[in-house]
């Protein structure tokens, strides 16, 4: 069982940052891989950002080049870096953990970006 708990999300200006956290409960952290979606309203939820237990990264393309995911496995969190936002980056963020499939979620944190 793993739980997740995310923070960090609030109100940036367009073309401002935040630094969204996902703090993971369980010994097996550090198996697992991450991943950060998001759900913005009248929308399917998206995926954003994903990174492998030995550190692969891959990014949706609409994040690519302004958004970094990173994990430290000593404090059992992964960070998901927001540069450069724009308002169509509003929306709820949701931190995911699997082995084979997303099969953790947590409760999400809502960001807003102001234009």
Known sequence: QVLLVESGGGL???GGSLRLSC???GRTFS???MGWFRLAPGKEREFVAAISWV???TYADSVKGRFTIS???TKNTVYLQMNSLKP???AVYYC???LQDWKYWGQ???VSVSS
Do not use: F, W
Request: no cysteine.
């Open 23 to 25: 703090a993971a409960s």
């Open 96 to 98: 995911a953990a699997g």
């Open 88 to 90: 169509e980056d509003k």
């Open 31 to 33: 198996d697992y891989g």
């Open 55 to 57: 550190g692969g990264r």
């Open 71 to 73: 994990r430290n496995n």
């Open 108 to 110: 999400g944190t809502q």
């Open 12 to 14: 940036a200006q367009t």
